[in-house]
């Protein structure tokens, strides 16, 4: 688990996603600190590109991917992050073959699975995350294939050829896509060109495409590409998602829903 000075710091960042400015004054107040802990904060996110301070508090800054680990990442946005994998589990059938990239909003797809499923049903899962592996792995009702390769630990992931060449072999009816940053003109990117290569390759392998994404990723671009937004079939996000942007991905034929 993260350590209570590093959640302190995630919150501060979740509060600049969303209002774009923070004061000392009040993050002091919110988490019961000295503003001198506070500034100390803002000193040290900023020293790592993820804010920029002003006088009396900090604004956010043109946002790029940065990689938490994993245990951060499932602390980040957590609710919003739980209604997306209950909205997009709904979506799984009694005999489906899925694929599940390794994203932390995809390990709350394979949470909210329907229990008839996962006792007595019929579903196959394709993963390279070994948390999914772990959730799902002891259900009756599940044929689990996990993919070979490289283990990264700080993403608990598998990549590489070998991954890619198991993939090449396999067909599913959905792939659930998480993502580091979604925007209209990269599509779906992630911090790392190997987690973007067996993305890419997830996505080549299933019939339909649903990317689960929260409002705090859209508009964030990072290092890797994984595919053109347009093909993807469906987003599932939150309402927090801003207005422009979610016309527009209609516009191209994305089916946008928001939970």
């Known amino acids: 688990m993260a350590e209570p000075g590093e959640r ?8 600049l996603a969303t209002s774009r400015v923070v004061s000392v004054s009040g993050l002091s107040r919110k988490f019961g600190i000295s503003t001198v802990s506070i500034r100390n904060d803002l000193e040290n996110l900023e020293a ?10 900090a604004v956010s800054v043109p946002q790029t991917i940065v990689e938490w680990s994993f245990t951060e990442k499932m602390a980040m946005h957590r609710e919003e ?40 049903g019929q579903l196959t899962v394709i993963t390279s995350s070994l948390p999914i592996a772990r959730e799902l792995g002891s259900w009756k009702g599940v044929h689990l294939i996990l993919l070979g390769g490289v283990y990264l630990p700080e993403q608990e992931v598998v990549v590489g050829p070998q991954a890619l060449a198991n993939l090449a072999q396999l ?14 003109e990269g599509g779906p990117t992630t911090a790392t060109v190997l987690d973007a290569e067996v993305d890419r390759a997830c996505v080549g392998a299933a019939d339909a495409v649903i990317a689960v994404v929260d409002s705090s990723k859209i508009g964030r671009r ?19 998602a801003p207005d422009e942007f979610v016309a527009k991905a209609r516009e191209l034929g994305l089916d946008v829903r928001l939970v």
């Open 48 to 57: 790592r590109g993820l804010l920029r301070r002003i006088r009396g508090g």
């Open 171 to 184: 067909h599913a009816d959905k792939m659930f896509l998480g993502a580091g940053g979604i925007s209209l």
């Open 81 to 120: 992050k739980e209604r997306i994998g209950r909205a997009a589990a709904a979506l799984i059938q009694n005999g489906d073959v899925v694929i599940m990239d390794s994203g932390t909003t995809v390990v709350q797809v394979a949470r909210h699975i329907s229990q008839g499923i996962l006792i007595s």
């Open 8 to 15: 302190r710091k995630l919150a501060i960042l979740e509060d």
């Open 222 to 240: 990072g290092l890797a590409r994984v595919v053109p937004i347009t093909e993807l079939d469906v987003l599932i996000t939150d309402t927090g």
